[in-house]
Nanobody, 124 residues
Framework: QVQLVESGGGLVQVEESLRLSCAASGRTFSLNTMAWFRQAPGKEREFVAAIRSSGDRTYLADSVKGRFTISRDNAKNTVYLQMSSLKPEDTAVYYC?????????????????WGQGTQVTVSS
């Protein structure tokens, strides 16, 4: 079982940037598809971005394309979410998750394990 720990959240102003990190345990990290989801108060958890095991492919939600970038460092067992031009609607708890196959990336139920989340608040 892979354990995930997110960090890097905080309070920022509109248009500022923030980088989230997700540290994973387990020797099989490099084999996993990694993803970020987010959940705003009163809303369902939604897909944000995913990256394939080798890092050669990424997939982002339309709402964050051009503003967010997902990357990974398999030597450090860590996946990152670089967020730029932040908006108030980006305010949410951000979670990382993992799965094996590069498919059904936006399906929450397709992921095996989740971190505890990190709060991102964008103030106007």
């Amino acid at each position: 079982q892979v354990q995930l720990v997110e960090s890097g959240g905080g309070l920022v102003q509109v248009e500022e940037s923030l980088r989230l990190s997700c540290a994973a345990s387990g020797r099989t990290f490099s084999l996993n598809t990694m993803a970020w989801f987010r959940q705003a108060p009163g809303k369902e958890r939604e897909f944000v971005a995913a990256i394939r095991s080798s890092g050669d492919r990424t997939y982002l939600a339309d709402s964050v394309k051009g503003r967010f970038t997902i990357s990974r460092d398999n030597a450090k067992n860590t996946v990152y979410l670089q967020m730029s031009s932040l908006k108030p609607e980006d305010t949410a708890v951000y979670y990382c998750a993992y799965k094996i196959a590069w498919e059904r990336l936006e399906w929450r139920d397709a992921y095996y394990s989740w971190g505890q989340g990190t709060q991102v608040t964008v103030s106007s």
